[in-house]
């Protein structure tokens, strides 16, 4: 029945004239879809204009009348109408082209500008450079043979350093810090005194003595009604946490107990070091004048005896009231440089005042007080650094006779006049 019905249809086509005709004049011939192209967003290209202006030639001659004898200029207003709108097409593209030019010599000027300003920042950094080098000619290398070591850190050491002095800034001793409390300087002097005594009685190292000093000014800081009868207790609590923070083996709780014949148990050094600890936050990691003499000593190249005294000189501030406020760097550099100037007339060279951060301008006013320290020190009830200094083991520092000499007395009248 399907074949059949197909037969009937395609008998019944030719019969349908008009239609057929239609249907070819409505197709028509199939061209490019060339047109497309000016739907899209994209600008014209040559062969697109060239393209549909041969179409609309082919058009007007075909609608063009056989007889007429009109000359044919209308193709020609037709090509000189593309002829306008490819010129402004190339007008445009010419433009796009001098904006794209522009924004090229304008990049341009800047990349030079900007290498203008780095050759110049690079000749301001060659200048400082150049003349930090004319500056520190002098300056030696103390770190150059200490690379094989590890526990020197020779890479290390400088950060260290400035780190120390960060840390000295942060946590200071304030001068006259004991103004309004009922404990005194001189109450202060006698304990470190006899602090210094309990510290040679049990053959700690110097930083515990120095630390001791240190947790014992910053507590009666922060502490403003530390009684007369606890003062004492304090002072052992402050060698007790210090020998613990420095030493190998520390003394016992009960070695401190002994030592102030028994006038403090057990249990009250026990609590008063978690109050001391408590109102320091915990915080005991302070730098010390010893860090910093062992570094300026080793810059200044000096030997034994030069360091000894040194440290003779920071031991004898430490009972000094007038001396506690300094920093431990500043300490440390006076100590050495007057040292220099009473043993061998040294100068405060330029590797020193590269490492210490110090001139001896700078120094002076400190060496003028530590000298005023020493002069005090021979006719003064508190002994015990004078005594420890005068063994052999200390090279009887104590003892030399530079330490009466007529420089040290006049450098202590400048301390006095200013």
Aim: one cysteine or more.
């Amino acid at each position: 029945m399907a074949l059949r019905a197909r037969q009937l249809v395609n008998m019944a086509e030719p019969t349908n004239g008009p239609r057929k005709v239609e249907a070819k004049v409505f197709q028509g011939p199939t061209l490019q879809r060339a047109a497309l192209g000016e739907m899209s967003n994209r600008n014209f290209s040559h062969l697109g204009l060239k393209s549909t202006k041969s179409i609309d030639i082919t058009k007007l001659k075909a609608q063009q009348p056989a007889g007429s004898g009109a000359p044919a200029a209308q193709p020609r207003k037709e090509f000189k109408v593309f002829n306008q709108a490819q010129k402004r097409h190339l007008g445009k593209e010419n433009a796009v082209k001098g904006v794209a030019e522009q924004v090229k010599e304008a990049k341009k000027e800047v990349r030079e500008e900007v290498q203008e300003d780095m050759d110049g920042s690079e000749m301001e950094v060659e200048e400082l450079a150049v003349a930090f080098s004319t500056q520190r000619l002098n300056v030696e290398d103390i770190d150059a043979q200490d690379a094989n070591n590890p526990q020197l850190v020779s890479e290390y050491v400088c950060d260290i350093y400035d780190y120390l002095r960060t840390l000295e800034q942060n946590s200071p001793v304030h001068q006259r810090y004991l103004e309004g409390q009922t404990i005194t300087h001189r109450m202060r002097a006698i304990l470190i005194d006899w602090l210094v005594q309990v510290h040679h009685r049990f053959t700690l190292t110097q930083e515990t003595l120095f630390l001791t000093v240190g947790i014992l000014d910053r507590y009666l800081q922060s502490e403003r009604n530390v009684a007369r009868n606890k003062l004492q207790l304090v002072g052992v609590t402050a060698m007790f946490i210090a020998s613990k923070f420095e030493e190998m083996l520390c003394p016992d709780v009960g070695d401190f107990t002994y030592i102030t014949d028994k006038a403090y148990t057990k249990r009250e050094i026990l609590r008063m070091e978690i109050k001391l600890l408590k109102q320091l936050k915990f915080n005991i990691s302070f730098p010390l004048p010893l860090h910093f003499l062992r570094r300026n000593s080793k810059a200044g190249m000096v030997d034994s005896k030069h360091h000894t005294l040194g440290k003779y000189l920071l031991e004898l501030c430490l009972p000094e009231y007038s001396m506690c406020h300094f920093k431990p760097s500043v300490l440390a550099a006076a100590a050495l440089c007057l040292t220099l100037r009473l043993l061998d007339g040294g100068e405060w060279n330029d590797t020193l005042i590269y490492h210490s951060t110090y001139t001896e301008d700078k120094l002076m006013p400190v060496m003028c007080k530590m000298a005023a320290v020493v002069v005090k020190s021979h006719h003064s009830k508190q002994q015990a650094v004078r005594q420890k200094y005068d063994t052999t083991k200390f090279m009887k520092i104590s003892k030399l006779p530079e330490l009466k000499s007529e420089m040290i007395t006049k450098l202590a009248e400048r301390s006095a006049l200013s």
